[in-house]
């Protein structure tokens, strides 16, 4: 059955142009909070927040290694949905283009 609860909840923190951002990157590797606040353009701060909503949502995973903490998306549905965001928005990064 379709759990439109989760499904909102997902559309939600995607929603967000920043948070959408973030969850791209660390869709593709484990990021640390200050590599990720540079990458983004964001302040540590600001950044914060944004992985506060994700954290709540269950979206990210986090590692800490001394003072440093890392971030990383293996998220099934977040997952997918940044592969159908991908098809839809830009194809043609997906497909060889034709001669």
């Known amino acids: 059955m379709f759990d439109v ?3 909102a909840s997902l559309l939600d923190a995607m929603s967000n142009p920043r948070r ?3 969850l ?3 869709s593709e590797r484990e990021v640390s909070v200050g590599e990720l606040s ?3 353009g964001l ?3 600001a950044l914060s927040q944004q992985l506060a909503k994700l ?3 269950r979206l990210v995973n986090t590692r ?3 003072q440093t903490i890392y971030y990383s998306c293996d998220n099934p549905a977040v997952l997918r949905m940044l592969t159908a965001l991908r098809d839809v928005y830009a194809p043609s990064a997906q497909l060889p283009r034709a001669s």
């Open 5 to 7: 609860a989760n499904s």
């Open 20 to 22: 959408l951002e973030v």
């Open 24 to 26: 791209q990157i660390l």
């Open 38 to 40: 540079a990458k983004i």
């Open 43 to 45: 302040s540590q701060s």
């Open 55 to 57: 954290r709540q949502k």
């Open 64 to 66: 800490r290694d001394a």
